[in-house]
C-alpha cells in the first residue's frame, strides 16, 4: 500500500475480507479500475515516473499544479479506503441506488493540462471513428476549436497574476456577498496541502444521458436528479435531503474526467443537450459569482465549459452527482 496516497485510522477500518470483496465483486472493482487506468494513459494524462531510491518501482503517476509528483493510486489503495466501515456502508447504499460507475479523477493536475487532454481525445476520436451522441447519430466537431472553455476558467486552478480568479471547490453556498471562507470554498492549493485530495476516487451513476423533467426513476428509495433547478437549490438539495447523502456536484477535473471515459470506451459525447440529454451544473464550484456548468453544442460543433448564474433555472440544466470516498 502506497504511504504517499494511504492513510487511515485502524480503528474505523472493517476487517471482513468476505464482505470487502463481495462488494468489489458487486462493483466489479478491479476490471473498471483497471479499464479507468488505461483512459487516463491513453489520454495522456498519465506520466511514467523513473524508479528512485525511496520508490524502487517505477510509477505511473501525475505532477500536479504544485510541481510535486502524485503516484496514481492503486487498485489496494482503493480497497484501503473502501475498508473503512463508515465508508463501506455509504457505497453499498449508493450502490443500491445506482452509483455503480468508478472514477479515477487527477484532481491535482492543472485544469489547463486537462483542457488540452480532452482537446487532443476530442479531435483523434472524430477522426479515427467519429464522435457519436448516445442515440448513435453522428455529432459534428469544429476540429478548428475542438472545445470552448470561459476565459476564467484557464489559470482559475493555479493563478499566474493577481488579477486571476480562483476556483473555490465544495462551496456550502453560492452568496456571492459573502467571503470564501464564509461560503466554505477551497481552493486546489489548500486542498492539496493533505496529498490524497491528490486523486478523487468517486461513483457515479451510469447515465449518459440526465434526467428530464418527471422521467427520473426510484431507485432505492432515492430519485434521480430531474432538470430545471438552479445551482443553488441542487446546492441545498444535496446538502439536506436524505435520499441524496454522501452525494456532491462534480468537479470540473471530475466532469472532464467523465467526458473522457465515455469518449475513450464508447465515442460518445454525453450532456448533448439538443439531443437526448441534458446541460451538467457542476454543483458546489463557484467562480467569479458563478456556478460552472458542462455541455455538448450542437450549433457550435463542440462542448462547452461555461458558467451559470447561480440562482438562474433553465429546462435544459441538470445535476451529475458523485460519491467520494
Same mark, same amino acid.
Given at each position: 500500500?502506497?504511504?504517499?496516497?494511504?492513510?487511515?485510522q485502524?480503528?474505523?477500518?472493517?476487517?471482513?475480507?468476505?464482505?470487502l470483496?463481495?462488494l468489489?465483486e458487486?462493483l466489479?472493482?478491479k476490471?473498471?479500475?483497471?479499464?479507468?487506468?488505461?483512459?487516463?494513459y491513453q489520454?495522456? +494524462?498519465?506520466?511514467?515516473? $523513473?524508479? #528512485?531510491? @525511496?520508490?524502487p518501482?517505477? &510509477?505511473?503517476g =501525475?505532477?500536479?499544479?504544485?510541481?510535486?509528483?502524485?503516484p496514481?493510486?492503486?487498485y489496494?489503495?482503493?480497497?484501503?479506503r473502501?475498508?473503512?466501515?463508515?465508508?463501506?456502508?455509504?457505497?453499498?447504499?449508493?450502490?443500491?441506488q445506482?452509483?455503480v460507475k468508478?472514477?479515477?479523477?487527477?484532481?491535482a493536475?492543472?485544469?489547463?493540462?486537462l483542457?488540452q487532454?480532452?482537446?487532443?481525445?476530442?479531435?483523434?476520436t472524430?477522426?479515427?471513428?467519429?464522435?457519436?451522441?448516445?442515440?448513435?447519430?453522428?455529432l459534428?466537431?469544429n476540429?478548428d476549436?475542438?472545445l470552448?472553455?470561459w476565459?476564467?476558467? +484557464?489559470?482559475?486552478?493555479? $493563478?499566474? #497574476?493577481? @488579477?486571476?480568479?480562483?476556483? &473555490?471547490y465544495? =462551496?456550502?453556498?453560492?452568496d456571492?456577498?459573502?467571503?470564501k471562507?464564509?461560503?466554505?470554498?477551497?481552493?486546489?492549493?489548500?486542498?492539496?496541502?493533505?496529498?490524497?485530495?491528490?486523486?478523487?476516487?468517486?461513483?457515479?451513476?451510469?447515465?449518459?444521458?440526465?434526467?428530464?423533467?418527471?422521467?427520473?426513476?426510484?431507485?432505492s428509495?432515492?430519485?434521480?436528479?430531474?432538470?430545471?433547478k438552479?445551482?443553488q437549490?441542487?446546492?441545498?438539495?444535496?446538502?439536506t435531503?436524505?435520499?441524496?447523502?454522501?452525494?456532491t456536484g462534480?468537479?470540473?477535473?471530475?466532469?472532464?474526467?467523465?467526458?473522457l471515459?465515455?469518449l475513450?470506451?464508447?465515442?460518445?459525447?454525453?450532456?448533448?443537450?439538443?439531443?437526448?440529454?441534458?446541460?451538467?451544473?457542476?454543483?458546489?464550484?463557484?467562480?467569479?459569482?458563478?456556478?460552472?456548468?458542462?455541455?455538448?453544442?450542437?450549433?457550435?460543433?463542440k462542448?462547452?465549459?461555461?458558467?451559470?448564474?447561480y440562482?438562474?433555472?433553465n429546462?435544459?440544466?441538470?445535476?451529475?452527482?458523485?460519491?467520494?470516498f
Amino acid at each position: 500500500m502506497s504511504e504517499r496516497f494511504s492513510r487511515h485510522q485502524i480503528e474505523d477500518r472493517d476487517d471482513n475480507p468476505e464482505s470487502l470483496e463481495s462488494l468489489a465483486e458487486t462493483l466489479r472493482l478491479k476490471e473498471q479500475y483497471l479499464a479507468q487506468v488505461k483512459v487516463l494513459y491513453q489520454s495522456g +494524462i498519465l506520466e511514467n515516473f $523513473p524508479a #528512485t531510491k @525511496e520508490h524502487p518501482t517505477p &510509477e505511473l503517476g =501525475i505532477v500536479g499544479i504544485d510541481g510535486q509528483e502524485y503516484p496514481l493510486p492503486s487498485y489496494e489503495d482503493i480497497l484501503d479506503r473502501l475498508s473503512n466501515s463508515e465508508t463501506k456502508e455509504l457505497i453499498e447504499k449508493k450502490i443500491s441506488q445506482g452509483f455503480v460507475k468508478l472514477q479515477l479523477t487527477p484532481f491535482a493536475l492543472p485544469l489547463s493540462v486537462l483542457i488540452q487532454r480532452y482537446k487532443d481525445v476530442l479531435l483523434k476520436t472524430n477522426r479515427e471513428s467519429g464522435i457519436k451522441a448516445t442515440n448513435g447519430e453522428t455529432l459534428e466537431l469544429n476540429e478548428d476549436d475542438p472545445l470552448d472553455v470561459w476565459d476564467k476558467f +484557464i489559470q482559475a486552478d493555479n $493563478p499566474q #497574476t493577481p @488579477e486571476d480568479k480562483q476556483l &473555490e471547490y465544495h =462551496i456550502q453556498t453560492y452568496d456571492r456577498h459573502q467571503t470564501k471562507e464564509d461560503r466554505g470554498g477551497k481552493y486546489k492549493s489548500e486542498l492539496l496541502q493533505d496529498p490524497q485530495n491528490a486523486w478523487t476516487i468517486s461513483l457515479i451513476e451510469d447515465l449518459p444521458d440526465l434526467p428530464a423533467e418527471s422521467e427520473g426513476q426510484i431507485i432505492s428509495n432515492r430519485k434521480q436528479i430531474e432538470v430545471d433547478k438552479s445551482p443553488q437549490d441542487y446546492l441545498k438539495l444535496l446538502q439536506t435531503q436524505k435520499e441524496y447523502q454522501g452525494e456532491t456536484g462534480q468537479t470540473p477535473e471530475e466532469a472532464f474526467t467523465t467526458y473522457l471515459t465515455y469518449l475513450q470506451q464508447e465515442q460518445i459525447a454525453i450532456d448533448d443537450y439538443k439531443g437526448q440529454g441534458k446541460v451538467n451544473l457542476l454543483v458546489g464550484n463557484y467562480l467569479s459569482g458563478r456556478a460552472p456548468l458542462f455541455y455538448w453544442s450542437r450549433v457550435h460543433c463542440k462542448p462547452s465549459l461555461d458558467w451559470e448564474n447561480y440562482d438562474d433555472r433553465n429546462i435544459y440544466n441538470g445535476c451529475r452527482p458523485a460519491v467520494r470516498f
